[in-house]
């Protein structure tokens, strides 16, 4: 079903990430769409005089009809894109990829074509750019390497992260059973920890650096807050959930899996501790669907990934309903559910942490 009224770049990007294809009467001229990747929407007819488009992924997307008139497009995969009657009439196509499209009554009136790699597979007004054979595939997009073990919360809130942004990545999965000393892993990650993420020879390590580097490498779909209190709110609740949240809830986790007898007196510290969390976590979501209001954002991100272990740890969400109401949403979410561990990799994962700990016992 075609969706009605897209009148926010943001909306469009989190309806395409939830996976609709077909929008219908969308009016985002002057928009910020900036690197977004849409291959394979409909946005016929839609409404983007003037707007940013720059490095956007639009492969066989269907722009039939659209008013891309004055539209940045500059260096955009519009490989296989339908541009059938569209108006690019002063857009900036430079170094814009239109290999197999259909400009076929198109209007290019005054629009910049410097470097474009056209339909035919010409390069109109060519410099410096080599030219591919028609049939020759696509050159591949450098992929991100996402270093990571699936039991792991700072891992999952980057891979999360990813698949929100859409982002083509690669998954490394490691034991965490001594493969993270190997020298190649350490000279990525000195620390031996995951996650670590490697983006064409650059290494990023720290869940919340990392985050905050997909941010600025790839803005669109925005996973952060414009207002300043809105900020201020999801930078909180990100270093609160790793600083205090995650503390209080390791001996729990550590009890869950087997490693350790808990004393009662413990438990109680740290179910009292995640209680005062929860309280303040309760507080800043309000009423309000997400930590930074009506979007997800890195806040709903770094702590939905912790919060959702607690009713398994035995720490009930009953008495904070608007925290039990959003966890419970973000798990339907499909980058939640893909990243959810199983219960194979759970019992696969504490068999060999009590190995290890044996190991280390009798050393
Ligand atoms: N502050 C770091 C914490 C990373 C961390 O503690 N990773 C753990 C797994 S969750 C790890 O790599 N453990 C293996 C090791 O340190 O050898 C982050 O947010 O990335």
């Known amino acids: 079903?075609?969706?009605?009224?897209?009148?926010?770049?943001?909306?469009?990007?989190?309806?395409?990430?939830?996976?609709?294809?077909?929008?219908?009467?969308?009016?985002?001229?002057?928009?910020?769409?900036?690197?977004?990747?849409l291959h394979g929407i409909d946005l016929s007819e839609a409404m983007l005089g003037n707007a940013d488009l720059s490095r956007a992924d639009l492969r066989g997307a269907d722009l039939s009809w659209a008013d891309l008139s004055g539209a940045n497009l500059q260096g955009a995969d519009l490989r296989g894109a339908i541009l059938t009657r569209a108006d690019l009439s002063r857009a900036n196509l430079t170094r814009a990829n239109l290999r197999k499209a259909d400009l076929s009554l198109a209007n290019l009136t005054g629009s910049q074509l410097s470097e474009a790699i056209m339909p035919d597979g010409q390069l109109h007004d060519a410099t410096e750019v080599e030219e591919h054979p028609p049939d020759e595939p696509a050159p591949e997009l450098p992929k991100l390497k996402l270093y990571h073990q699936p039991l792991s919360v700072n891992s999952r809130r980057v891979w999360i992260a990813l698949l929100e942004k859409q982002i083509p990545f690669e998954l490394v999965a490691l034991n965490l059973d001594g493969d993270q000393f190997a020298e190649d892993f350490l000279a990525v990650s000195p620390f031996h920890?995951?996650?670590?993420?490697?983006?064409?020879?650059?290494?990023?390590?720290?869940?919340?650096?990392?985050?905050?580097?997909?941010?600025?490498?790839?803005?669109?779909?925005?996973?952060?807050?414009?207002?300043?209190?809105a900020l201020?709110?999801?930078?909180?609740?990100?270093?609160?959930?790793?600083?205090?949240?995650?503390?209080?809830?390791?001996?729990?986790?550590?009890?869950?899996?087997?490693?350790?007898?808990?004393?009662a007196q413990t438990r109680d510290r740290s179910v009292g501790q995640i209680g005062k969390i929860l309280s303040f976590l309760e507080e800043k979501l309000g009423k309000s669907p997400y930590f930074g209001g009506e979007r997800l954002t890195l806040a709903d991100i770094v702590a939905g990934t912790a919060v959702i272990w607690l009713p398994g740890l035995g720490v009930s969400l009953?008495?904070?309903?608007?925290?039990?109401?959003?966890?419970?949403?973000?798990?339907?979410?499909?980058?939640?559910?893909?990243?959810?561990?199983?219960?194979?990799?759970?019992?696969?994962?504490?068999?060999?942490?009590?190995?290890?700990?044996?190991?280390?016992?009798?050393s």
Not at 205 to 227: C, G, Q, R, V
Not at 238 to 254: D, F, H, K
Not at 336 to 357: A, H, N, S, V
């Open 318 to 362: 009953d008495e904070y309903p608007a925290l039990k109401h959003w966890s419970e949403a973000l798990m339907q979410r499909q980058s939640w559910q893909q990243t959810q561990p199983t219960p194979e990799q759970i019992e696969g994962f504490k068999t060999q942490m009590r190995d290890l700990m044996a190991k280390a016992d009798h």
């Open 1 to 37: 079903m075609p969706s009605g009224n897209i009148a926010s770049a943001s909306e469009l990007l989190q309806r395409y990430a939830a996976g609709e294809r077909e929008f219908e009467e969308v009016r985002l001229s002057s928009a910020n769409l900036q690197g977004a990747i």
């Open 232 to 263: 201020a709110t999801m930078r909180m609740v990100e270093l609160v959930t790793a600083n205090e949240l995650l503390p209080a809830m390791t001996p729990l986790i550590r009890q869950m899996m087997g490693f350790i007898e808990l004393e």
């Open 193 to 229: 920890h995951i996650p670590a993420l490697v983006d064409d020879g650059f290494s990023v390590i720290e869940s919340l650096a990392i985050l905050d580097y997909l941010e600025a490498k790839y803005p669109m779909p925005s996973l952060l807050p414009k207002d300043a209190k």
